[in-house]
């Protein structure tokens, strides 16, 4: 049976994935227990690929990509049959911890950070923020063991300059990314144990810790918020809520076995470029789609007629239109929460939209009885991007961009509909599986 789409339902399980996931590690650690508890399998790279159809799964890091040949391979479809695939990241920007980190100054015990992605900087000021992430320990044999830690303790503080020190602030906040926004962790003259920190977290002794991926998030747990609880307020709604929205779907759409092989992937590293070896431009999906096909007894051309059968849905947040900034946002394209999926269109191509991907998101959501929303920015301003133009190159598929709308973007504490989750998931759903 279909899973159902209920507001309150699905506004709560993003709030629960958000606060299960401070870092991409954690996020794919949480989609793959949510798939692994609908039958899923974890396939790993390194292995021979499984020749018979099913629903499995892979992580790389801090991405996933997850799919089904059951209904493909009950229909007769053939190696050959193409994909739907729906995209998302599971980064956002923050704060992450350098190599070298302890310090002090001023009598304050400090640790060194570098700004990631186009965060907004005020807004980690004066946040009660915790640690997570992903620590590289020496294994058994020699060998390296990944370890994954999700620090909920209020640890750091970025400390605002107080009024009286700059009473310009208010007109004109600068802050410097290396001077203004290390974090202070604790009082003293001497630097502290940030390794003995770490090793504590993951269980090892100190001279096991070898590196780490580390960086701080807000502790503050998400909420519904406003006078009738129509809002979600939360950090990392840029893009968790695509990829939370992307696991119920898949789940939703392979309960109806489509005779096409439906794929969710999530990247990681979308916030700075993609190009990493699991972000959008790496080999993850069209290695993990040429798999799937030669799995399936498939041939090379069988590839290619596979991808050439193949839409691809890019999902990211979008752009509310802000009530205080309504001059920053295209007239004739105003964007509301709770107003159903956002379809995004930019004639240059920084969101790879075209007519036909359009058409395909637009029956999609006919198809799940939600309304679509169309956003374009105003000529005047730049444009944001996402993995829709790159995984559209990468793979030659139609390619379609959406998203959800938002207000606060790239803050610590960003804003969503409380009824968008749902419509959200019910529209991938209907794109994974047309009827």
Not at 155 to 173: F, G, K, S
Not at 174 to 180: D, G, I, R, T
Not at 346 to 357: C, E, F, I, K, P
């Amino acid at each position: 049976m279909a899973h159902s789409f209920d507001t309150d339902t699905e506004a709560q399980g993003l709030i629960d994935y958000v606060d299960a996931s401070p870092t991409p590690f954690h996020a794919c650690e949480q989609a793959a227990a949510r798939l692994a508890a609908e039958g899923f399998t974890e396939v790993v790279e390194t292995e021979p690929w499984p020749t018979e159809p099913g629903r499995r799964y892979l992580v790389r890091g801090g991405s996933l990509i997850a799919w089904d040949t059951t209904g493909a391979h009950g229909a007769g479809a053939g190696p050959a049959a193409g994909f739907r695939v729906v995209g998302a990241h599971t980064d956002s920007p923050n704060l992450r911890v350098k190599p070298n980190p302890d310090h002090a100054r001023a009598g304050w015990q400090m640790l060194g950070v570098e700004p990631y992605g186009g965060l907004i900087l005020s807004s980690w000021l004066d946040r009660d923020l915790g640690l997570a992430g992903r620590v590289a320990v020496r294994g058994e044999g020699g060998g390296v063991e990944a370890r994954t830690f999700h620090g909920r303790d209020a640890l750091l503080r970025v400390a605002q300059l107080a009024i009286h020190l700059d009473r310009t602030q208010n007109e004109a906040l600068s802050l410097n990314k290396q001077a203004h926004m290390e974090p202070l962790w604790g009082v003293g003259d001497e630097p502290g144990d940030f390794v003995g920190y770490l090793a504590e977290q993951v269980g090892v002794v100190r001279e096991d810790v070898l590196s780490w991926d580390v960086m701080t998030h807000p502790i503050q747990p998400s909420t519904r918020l406003g006078r009738a609880r129509e809002l979600i307020a939360a950090p990392r709604l840029d893009n968790l809520a695509t990829s939370y929205a992307g696991v119920r779907a898949l789940l939703d759409a392979v309960a109806t076995e489509p005779t096409h092989v439906p794929v969710l992937v999530l990247f990681d590293h979308e916030e700075i470029g993609s190009t990493s070896e699991r972000g959008a431009t790496s080999t993850l999906l069209p290695s993990v789609l040429e798999r799937i096909v030669t799995a399936g007894g498939g041939t090379r051309d069988d590839y290619w007629r596979a991808l050439a059968a193949t839409v691809i849905a890019s999902g990211d947040m979008g752009h509310a239109t802000h009530p205080n900034y309504a001059d920053r946002h295209e007239p004739m394209h105003q964007i509301q929460v709770n107003g159903g999926p956002v379809l995004k269109v930019n004639t240059n191509l920084r969101y790879a939209t075209d007519s036909v991907g359009a058409a395909a998101f637009r029956l999609a959501c006919e198809q799940a009885g939600v309304p679509m929303q169309t956003f374009v920015t105003r000529s005047d301003l730049p444009c944001g991007s996402t993995v829709g133009p790159v995984t559209s190159s990468l793979t030659g598929a139609t390619t379609v961009d959406f998203g959800a709308a938002a207000l606060s973007m790239h803050s610590t504490r960003e804003l969503m509909g409380a009824e968008d989750p749902a419509m959200y998931a019910a529209a991938l759903s209907a794109f994974l599986a047309p009827a």
